[in-house]
Nanobody, 118 residues
Framework: QVQLVESGGGLVQSGGSLRLSCAAS????????MGWFRQAPGPEREFVAS??????KYDDSVKGRFSISLDNAKKSAYLQMNNLQPDDTGVYYC?????????????WGQGTQVTVSS
């Protein structure tokens, strides 16, 4: 069984910072990609950032403000969010694409709320 535990969300004023953490545990042979999506009120979940063994990827809306990193030894990903704006408000979901033995799987965390007040 695999778990993704997110932490670090909260309420912050415009221009402030938060650091999200996502810790994976369970039957994981290797991590291929970890990243974050977010969902504002509404049905759409949008890509924020991802990281694998190479260069991180960011949505244009967060480039220059957010920074993602991966610690393979701890099976954890981190999202440093600076200069937060009200449009960054939403539930942030961690996801992981990983190998468990011979099988490749995707997994999502439960989400953590980020609220940015103006």
């Amino acid at each position: 069984q695999v778990q993704l535990v997110e932490s670090g969300g909260g309420l912050v004023q415009s221009g402030g910072s938060l650091r999200l953490s996502c810790a994976a545990s369970g039957s994981i042979s290797s991590i291929i990609v970890m990243g974050w999506f977010r969902q504002a009120p509404g049905p759409e979940r949008e890509f924020v950032a991802s990281v694998d063994g190479g260069s991180p990827k960011y949505d244009d809306s967060v480039k220059g403000r957010f920074s993602i990193s991966l610690d393979n030894a701890k099976k954890s990903a981190y999202l440093q969010m600076n200069n937060l704006q009200p449009d960054d408000t939403g539930v942030y979901y961690c996801y992981m694409n990983f190998r468990s033995g011979a099988v490749t799987r995707n997994y999502w965390g439960q989400g953590t709320q980020v609220t940015v007040s103006s």
